[in-house]
């Protein structure tokens, strides 16, 4: 583009530049400032952004440990060395114990699954200790009688004695557990129990089995003598021949209760070394054994129980008002409980 000239005077001569050229460069150099502008501010809110993230992250991880977490993972079981009051260990005084507690509920295949452990060689379960009311009826009392099973000086058809390696017991969530959490957490921790949390996913299973049971208490089925467990098949086909009628109106108000408590239980003793075992898991995969004796951190075992199954099959044929209680549960959040689930 041409230059305009102008002529003042014979001796004088001025160059005068193209009014656009001047308004191009302007503009170049306004873009490419605002383009150096939105760099800069990308750059900013990327760094910005990650100190966040890892910020929250690290705030998570420690002040709120998840439900979900796989405490075994982060932490092997301490080892302990006893020394019991009423005998001596002999030549296995130096071999290590560790500290168990199966946690659980009525009827959800805990004596079972007591009987599985007490199978292995190295394992004494010593049973429901806290069902003896006199034993929770304070936190010094529940102290005491864990220090006892824990110091091997707890007595039972399970023992073990000398050469136990892993030493423990039943603990139902109605015995104490549950009220005096904040001690009995702070005992755990500070003696290094691991905790084996034992419950059903089919509740209404549950609720058969609890019935069924709760009539046998009276009926003595079985010449009359009352059993929660049986050895034989025969026994086992005896008292199934009951069929309890369920509570068809609070039949969903008790399965949230019943859900809620196990809930609770979780979250009152999430900062434990724990595992959840569920009894249908067990039943259906036996690799699911296998991971309980290695959280125990035991030489693994093939276990055997003599336990036979008392309720078998659908639940159709196990409870008296089926109807109502299918209507009651189809389609609700409860409804796959009517399924056979193994």
């Not at 041409?2 to 001047?22: F, G, H, M, R, T």
């Not at 010593?126 to 003896?132: H, P």
């Not at 008292?239 to 369920?246: D, G, N, T």
Request: charged share 25%.
């Amino acid at each position: 583009m041409a230059e305009y000239i102008y002529l003042l005077s014979k001796d004088a001569v001025i160059i005068k530049p193209p009014k656009k050229s001047s308004m191009l460069l302007r503009m170049v150099v306004l873009m490419f400032a605002m383009t150096f502008g939105v760099y800069i501010c990308t750059i900013c809110r990327q760094q910005i952004s990650s100190l966040s993230k890892v910020t929250i992250k690290n705030i998570q991880v420690i002040d709120e440990p998840s439900n979900t977490a796989d405490h075994s993972v982060f932490h092997v079981p301490k080892l302990h060395y006893p020394n019991p009051e009423s005998f001596s260990r002999e030549e296995c005084v130096d071999n290590p114990v560790r500290y168990f507690a199966i946690v659980s509920t009525q009827r959800s295949g805990s004596g079972w699954f007591e009987t599985l452990l007490n199978s292995h060689v190295n394992v004494s379960s010593n049973g429901e200790i806290f069902s003896v009311l006199d034993r929770r009826r304070n936190v010094s009392a529940i102290v005491e009688t864990l220090d006892r099973v824990y110091n091997l000086d707890w007595f039972s058809s399970a023992s073990k004695n000398e050469c136990s390696a892993a030493v423990g017991f039943k603990w139902m969530l109605n015995q104490g557990v549950m009220e005096h959490h904040e001690e009995v957490v702070e005992y755990l921790n500070r003696r290094g129990v691991s905790l084996i949390f034992l419950f059903r996913r089919n509740l209404l299973r549950r609720m058969v089995s609890l019935l069924a049971n709760s009539y046998d208490k009276y009926a003595k089925l079985l010449n009359g003598t009352h059993k929660s467990h049986v050895h034989t098949t025969e026994e086992a086909e005896t008292l199934s021949q009951f069929k309890p009628i369920v509570n068809s109106t609070l039949l969903i108000s008790d399965l949230r209760q019943a859900e809620i408590l196990v809930a609770k239980a979780l979250g009152y003793y999430n900062t434990t070394r724990h595992m959840v075992v569920y009894y249908e898991d067990l039943v259906k995969d036996g690799k699911k054994l296998e991971e309980v004796q290695e959280f125990l951190r035991l030489p693994v075992m093939e276990l055997r129980s003599r336990q036979v199954k008392i309720h078998k099959g659908p639940l159709s044929e196990l409870i008296k008002n089926w109807e109502d209680v299918n209507k009651t549960l189809y389609g609700t959040e409860y409804e796959n409980y009517l399924r056979v689930d193994y």
